[in-house]
């Protein structure tokens, strides 16, 4: 018989490893599992589980929808074209409105409401107001366009109008209101 003390003394139980006995996963395994779980939620539900969603943005105007300016000022009769819409471009920049109240690169939920957008008007758009880039409304940075009745993501920051319009008459182009409502 196998034993202590030369053979004469039975193990009576298992023998143990040196060092100390882990019951459990180790801090280290934890902490990394712990990490990629929270990175799945940020990264799958970037708009809360259990129905918490993130803050809600603002959308505000320092001007009314009557006393936006337009540039160009004026159009040529029978002329097609763009042209936008800010609460003042001299002598300082005023953009016709601003998302805020959230944290960059986030944005409102928002639709849009638009009365007397006819002809000779073919699409109303917004676009970052930092954009100056001419011609159509498409081609500027962050363009939507607005749709009827459908809600828009808008990220935060600063916007204007852009409305294209085709073969303008006598009379010029007509006046239209945009009213939001954010979700």
């Known amino acids: 018989m196998a034993g202590r003390n030369g053979g004469r003394v039975p ?16 801090p280290g395994v934890a902490l990394g ?22 803050p809600h943005g603002t959308m ?3 001007c009314a929808n ?9 159009v040529v009769a029978g002329s097609s074209g763009a042209v936008r819409f800010a609460c003042a471009f001299t002598p300082s920049f005023v953009p016709a409105f601003t998302v805020g109240g959230l944290p960059p690169g986030h944005f409102v939920k928002a639709q849009a409401t638009v009365n007397g957008f006819v002809a000779p008007y073919a699409s109303l758009w ?34 204007n109008y852009c409305a294209e319009f085709v073969n303008v008459g006598q009379a010029g182009l007509p006046t239209f209101s945009v009213s939001w409502t954010v979700s």
């Open 126 to 159: 917004i676009y970052d107001a930092r954009d100056n880039t001419p011609g159509p409304c498409a081609n500027r940075g962050g363009h939507l366009q607005i749709p009827s009745g459908k809600t828009l993501k808008i990220l935060t920051g600063d916007w």
């Open 33 to 54: 599992v712990a990490s990629v779980l929270i990175l799945v939620l940020v990264l799958f539900f970037p708009e809360g589980i259990l129905g918490a969603g993130p």
């Open 60 to 62: 505000t105007s320092l």
């Open 11 to 26: 193990v009576k139980g298992l023998s143990r490893p040196v060092g100390r006995c882990r019951k459990g996963a180790s």
């Open 66 to 74: 009557a006393n936006l300016q337009s540039d160009p000022a004026s």
